[in-house]
């Protein structure tokens, strides 16, 4: 079972150095709890791309990351956010200190209990 973890919710922004190269940096927008659950390290197709790594389930209140997507949770909204875990030190749980997590989608919006799941990759 999951129990509440602190995290921050970080949004990236892209910019263009003077070679014509990319970087993106990520910033944190506000802290959240929410319940972490490692799935599994395997394939995954979300909204028709592919992915290979660890997915992770966040589940979190609705209103604490509502404001940030505005309504919209398709992956054009989603594709510049992250999670990054707070894992205080004498946690002696598997979960590394400081994961980050994009996330795919949210799914399972559940607005009477005031809940939303993320699915994430790290």
Known sequence: MARQRQM???QGTITTDAGGGTTETFAEVT????EVD???ASTLWV???????TF???KVRYQSIS????????MKALGNFQLVLDVPQNDLST?????????LTITNPDLRQMNCVMLCIA
């Open 38 to 40: 490692q799935l599994s």
């Open 31 to 34: 802290k959240i709890y929410g």
């Open 95 to 103: 979960m590394s200190a400081n994961l980050a997590l994009k996330i």
């Open 56 to 58: 992770y389930n966040v």
């Open 8 to 10: 921050s919710l970080q």
């Open 67 to 74: 404001p940030y997507f505005g309504g919209n949770t398709d």
């Open 47 to 53: 909204q028709n791309q592919q992915y290979n790594g």
